[in-house]
């Protein structure tokens, strides 16, 4: 059984009794400091990709986690490969335009981030001094 699967296991056994709250993807917030709240449903792996799934609709995917801690009070991955955030724009309906995404990928020692939102100018600059994914 490889890492990922590992992981998987031990978040699948927490479940639902795992930290909720609002997250951070190598220190970048979603949305502003704790103004959301997402509470994780559901937890695959499609080989090194672990894929979370949130009581919105929302899809957290994150390739080759490594280092978890997970329980009631805390949710941490602390290096991955890369990770992906996927939400349907809050208020209107899950539909194809109306999905929208964050993705860092760590590249050449820096992260490199991709999104394709389209109603403010998103301004990201992650560090890899912060976990790849938290829960705060």
Not at 41 to 57: A, H, I, K, S, Y
Not at 59 to 80: C, G, M, Y
Request: glycine letters at 4%; aromatic letters at 16%.
């Amino acid at each position: 059984m490889d890492e990922t699967e590992k992981i998987a296991q031990c978040i699948r056994r927490a479940l639902p009794n795992v930290k909720r709250g609002s997250l951070r993807f190598w220190g970048e917030w979603f949305g502003r400091p704790y103004d959301s709240f997402h509470t994780l449903v559901q937890c695959q792996v499609d080989n090194e990709c672990l894929r979370l799934t949130f009581d919105l609709g929302e899809a957290l995917l994150v390739w080759s986690p490594r280092n978890l801690s997970i329980d009631d009070s805390t949710f941490r991955i602390r290096t991955a490969v890369r990770v992906r955030w996927e939400w349907f724009y809050y208020g209107r309906p899950q539909i194809t335009q109306n999905l929208y995404f964050f993705e860092f990928e760590e590249f050449d020692g820096m992260i490199v981030t991709k999104t394709n939102v389209d109603f403010y100018e998103p301004k990201l600059k992650p560090s890899k001094r912060h976990p790849a994914v938290e829960i705060t």
